[in-house]
């Protein structure tokens, strides 16, 4: 069974950072692209970056290109989502997900995503 485990999400001041994690297990994931994506309240869930895990190729909002980075660790079995220059419109439930890589105009979309983990909180203050 796959679990994805968020984790790393607070409270933080404009121009901060803050270091999201998200642990996978139940599986081998060398195939599968991890995703991150976000809500904030009213709106609909957005992507925000996605990770090969084989291959290590990345993709980014236009939105976080520059500010956040995404990565793997493959011997924890983990995705992290650096985010630097954090801005109040950052302000958001994360969430990280997981896919059988699909082709790369389908990596955006959350419907395309089979596993979700139960989101973290990011609340970042003006």
């Known amino acids: 069974q796959v679990q994805l485990v968020e984790s790393g999400g607070g409270l933080v001041q404009a121009g901060g950072s803050l270091r999201l994690s998200c642990a996978a297990s139940?599986?081998?994931?060398?195939?599968?692209?991890m995703g991150w994506f976000r809500q904030a309240p009213g709106k609909e869930r957005e992507f925000v970056a996605a990770?090969?895990?084989?291959?290590?190729?990345?993709y980014y909002a236009d939105s976080v290109k520059g500010r956040f980075t995404i990565s793997t660790d493959n011997a924890k079995n983990t995705v992290y989502l650096q985010m630097n220059s954090l801005k109040p419109e950052d302000t958001a439930v994360y969430y990280c997900?997981?896919?059988?890589?699909?082709?790369?105009?389908?990596?955006?979309?959350?419907?395309?995503?089979?596993?979700w983990g139960q989101g973290t909180q990011v609340t970042v203050s003006s």
């Open positions: 997900a997981a896919t059988i890589f699909p082709p790369l105009s389908r990596l955006g979309l959350p419907h395309e995503y089979d596993y």
């Open positions: 139940g599986r081998t994931f060398s195939s599968y692209a």
């Open positions: 990770i090969s895990w084989s291959g290590g190729s990345t």
